[in-house]
């Protein structure tokens, strides 16, 4: 069964620092999404991709965070500098787009020390 | 508007019982209402999804009841087993097009042997 596939799974870093999470999704789903789930929270969306196009960014703080899929296929967010706050975790999804079935990857939790 | 309500937010059943988990929603432009299951550690699954045109829909155990002229929808997990415990979430979202989804805030379920 395809499945969504993220690295690493467990991230531990200091404040200051820079961090990265790395997201495969299923093979010919062409939208991805970045969303953030903090402990005892449903997950919130932080930006969306439609092939390699940004879809979706309004939530993302775009003062530390960045996010790209290149190729439209893998796609990496990246945190610099990570802030105490930013300890939660990132769940990567994909879907067809149409039906909008989203399906997540086992997500990457983020320790900031 | 874009809010999903959820409640209660734990649940304690014993085996055998039913689960019920109730939400709410507000933007009449969701026609697309998902429930995912999270284990500790783990992304959300897709369990069950439901669209507007049909007032419920089961599959196996899980049975999703809608009211649309309410704005409500809920879970009901018949015969619950202690593998039934997780945290449930509801959704909303758009079916036909690449957008959001807007999670409640959750549901721990624990399942008493």
């Known amino acids: 069964e395809a499945e969504v596939a993220q690295s690493p799974r467990y991230k531990i870093t200091e404040k200051s620092q820079a961090v990265a999470f790395w997201c495969d999704p299923i093979s010919g789903h062409a939208t991805l999404y970045w969303y953030r789930q903090i402990l005892g929270q449903g997950p919130e969306l932080l930006v969306q991709f439609q092939d390699e196009s940004v879809v979706d960014d309004s939530q993302l703080p775009k003062d530390r965070f960045s996010a790209e899929r290149l190729k439209g296929v893998d796609s990496t967010l990246k945190i610099q500098p990570a802030e105490l706050g930013d300890s939660a975790m990132y769940l990567c999804?994909?879907?067809?787009?149409?039906?909008?079935?989203?399906?997540f990857g086992p997500g990457t939790r983020l320790t900031v020390l | 508007q874009q809010q999903v309500k959820q409640s209660p937010q734990s649940l304690i059943v014993q085996k055998g019982g039913i689960s019920i988990i109730n939400c709410a929603y507000e933007?009449?432009?969701?026609?697309?209402f998902p429930w995912y299951q999270q284990f500790p550690g783990k992304g959300p699954a897709l369990l069950i999804a439901?669209?507007?045109?049909?007032s419920e829909k089961k599959e196996g155990r899980f049975t999703i009841s809608f009211n649309k002229s309410a704005k409500q929808f809920s879970l009901h997990i018949m015969d619950s087993q202690p593998g039934d415990s997780a945290t449930y979430f509801c959704?909303?979202?758009?079916?036909?097009?690449?957008?959001?989804?807007?999670f409640g805030s959750g549901t721990r379920l624990s399942i008493r042997p």
């Open positions: 439901i669209r507007p045109d049909v």
């Open positions: 959704a909303a979202s758009r079916y036909s097009s690449a957008s959001k989804i807007i």
């Open positions: 933007n009449t432009a969701f026609d697309y």
């Open positions: 999804a994909s879907s067809r787009g149409a039906p909008n079935e989203q399906f």
